[in-house]
């Protein structure tokens, strides 16, 4: 099947949590300047594009994800001379920058939210869902519908001195935007094209398939949702009309790549917004192989990790999508924990197999691999011991809902540790000195992992076995196999409890890509369709040779293996 090349597709792409990642000025932040001491680094780990998390002038109710102002940039980062010197920067590099773009809701910061709140025949009024309250049986003023936010509780908050309320799907701090004014979509389109303009290369919509809501608002009736609300703002009805005026107004003027953040999107949904001809999206983010080892939607409750669900949430989109859309290949980003300390790894044991084995059966798919910030040396979860260490205000959120569960804090706080948000927004580590090097000064807004002494950017480049060089190796390998971008991929022994594996194959060239996902050995039997003598081995993270290919391999504990077809 001809296959439309493009850039994006070509891409890796490095995601920076910029509070988190340098501090040049010792205020505890990572800030701009900071980043762009570092880009030789990501340049040279074989990234071909950078996604910041937001950078713009926020309270940091949600470090970001709440914003005051779409077009300035937060001062704690620097100034906008700051960002286009970034800007230039990266380009220089051949780094292409994507940014964030929160769309779904504002900061109650933004002037926007304020004008609608100080006056209420403001215009900005209809900027934001707002709605009279309604009486129950007794007479009690309560929210206009029961949604509940996807930081637990009502969805509501009521407006002060009124019997009113404004929706928010996420933090009280986020009020969400009413897309159904067409100042609103204009708006949006207008922020896009200032970054654009500003040379920007392309967009991450956060949550964008809640975008559209199901009017007129009414109550989620179904006792099986815990999440209440959701059929009524996930894929809403006009969803696909949106991000078709986005494009037209704004994306397709300029060579862009989008992804989409999607909140548990509907198969058939999905597909329209990534497929070429729908004008949409390029690409969206599906994490169903992230819920594997947790109760989808809430992260934070976790469940024995489950290898068919993670390869049916990696693999399946590889075989639904090809050759109609795009896709994305992800094991962490700022929301998820670290993954070399989930799945069921023992991670004092197999740390290095592991993260090497993760970035094989993971970034050899079929899509844009993306990289999380720390990813590469194989961060790990920090021991949290304490309430007070969270910054996250989502992991307070549900630790208030445990107890309002009557759940004991420490059981709320030892079922939920290994999930929090905040290990993957711990500072970066780039060597043994004070606070990891992130910064020189006393103090870090988040705590810094104690296992920085050992484990570090520094540490990891001088050691014989370096997952930083290991990464390297894998995507200048990607980049030089057409196949490895390109090619179709077949999976085999879907049900295998242990083994993992897939092919790819394009014009001619066949790779096979194995890997135990377990911590015990595994047999694995070579598929009928490859030739033993045939094949030879590209790329292994545990030293195999050739002549140990063999019909039934028994693999070490995470072993992966690129096996090249040679006929
Ligand atoms: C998804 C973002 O990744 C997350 O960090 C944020 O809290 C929510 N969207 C709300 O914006």
């Known amino acids: 099947m001809a296959v439309k090349t493009n850039w994006y597709k070509e891409a890796v792409v490095y995601q920076i949590y910029p509070l988190s990642f340098m501090d040049s000025n010792n205020d505890g932040m990572g800030d701009i300047p900071g980043i762009i001491s570092k880009l030789d680094y990501i340049r040279d780990l074989g990234a071909t594009a950078i996604w910041f998390s937001p950078l713009y002038k926020s309270p940091w109710n949600d470090y970001g994800y709440d914003i005051a102002d779409y077009r300035e940039i937060h001062p704690a980062f620097g100034t906008m001379e700051d960002f286009d010197r970034l800007v230039e920067e990266c380009h220089k590099r051949g780094l292409r920058v994507i940014m964030d773009a929160v769309f779904n809701h504002t900061s109650t910061e933004h002037e926007w939210f304020k004008a609608a709140l100080a006056d209420k ?32 509780g009502p969805a509501w908050e009521r407006i002060e001195g009124t019997d009113e309320y404004y929706l928010h799907l996420f933090a009280p701090e986020q009020p969400d935007l009413n897309w159904e004014n067409p100042k609103v ?199 949290f011991m304490s309430r007070d260490q969270l910054k996250d205000p989502v992991s307070h959120f549900v630790l208030g809902m445990a107890k309002d ?26 060597d043994s000195s004070v606070n990891a090097g992130f910064n020189t000064g006393a103090q870090t807004w988040q705590c810094v992992n104690p296992d920085y002494r050992t484990i570090n950017v520094e540490a990891d480049l001088a050691s014989g076995r370096s997952i930083y060089r290991f990464y390297q190796k894998l995507l200048a390998l990607r980049k030089s196999e057409p196949a490895l971008i390109y090619g179709n991929t077949i999976e085999y022994y879907p049900d295998d409890r242990q083994v993992i594996s897939y092919s790819r194959s394009y014009e001619g060239k066949r790779f096979l890509i194995v890997g135990n996902f377990s911590g015990t050995r595994a047999d694995f039997i070579m598929p009928g369709d490859f030739e033993l003598d045939e094949l030879h081995i590209r790329m292994t993270n545990q030293g195999r040779t050739d002549t140990e290919i063999e019909e039934i391999m028994q693999l070490k504990p995470y072993e992966a293996l690129l096996l090249e077809e040679t006929v």
């Open 121 to 152: 025949d403001s215009p900005y009024r209809d900027y934001y869902i707002i709605r009279e309250g309604k009486r129950n049986k007794e007479g009690e003023l309560i929210p206009p519908t029961n949604w509940t936010s996807s930081f637990t």
């Open 185 to 383: 979509r204009e708006e949006m389109a207008d922020i896009l094209r200032f970054w654009l303009d500003k040379g920007v290369d392309g967009f991450r919509f956060d949550v964008f398939n809640m975008i559209s809501k199901v009017y007129p608002l009414r109550d989620d009736k179904n006792p099986l949702h815990f999440q209440k609300g959701t059929p009524f703002y996930v894929d809403g009805p006009r969803m696909h009309e949106f991000l078709n005026e986005l494009n037209r107004n704004a994306l397709s003027l300029y060579d862009t790549y989008t992804v989409g953040e999607s909140y548990i999107p509907d198969e058939e949904h999905a597909h329209r917004y990534i497929k070429e001809e729908s004008g949409e999206l390029d690409s969206i983010f599906d994490f169903e192989h992230l819920a594997s080892d947790n109760i989808f939607g809430l992260k934070m409750i976790p469940k024995p990790f489950s290898l068919k669900q993670f390869k049916r949430g990696l693999i399946d989109p590889q075989l639904r999508y090809h050759g109609t859309g795009w896709n994305t290949l992800v094991l962490e980003n700022h929301d998820q924990a670290r993954s070399v300390s989930r799945f069921g790894i023992n991670t004092k044991k197999y740390r290095y197999q592991a993260a090497t084995f993760l970035a094989m059966i993971t970034f050899l798919g079929w899509g844009t691999p993306f990289i999380y910030q720390g990813e590469e040396i194989g961060m790990t979860n920090t021991k």
């Open 405 to 430: 569960l009557h759940m004991p804090d420490r059981l709320a706080f030892k079922m939920m540790k290994g999930a929090f948000r905040d290990h993957a927004r711990t500072p970066m580590q780039w």
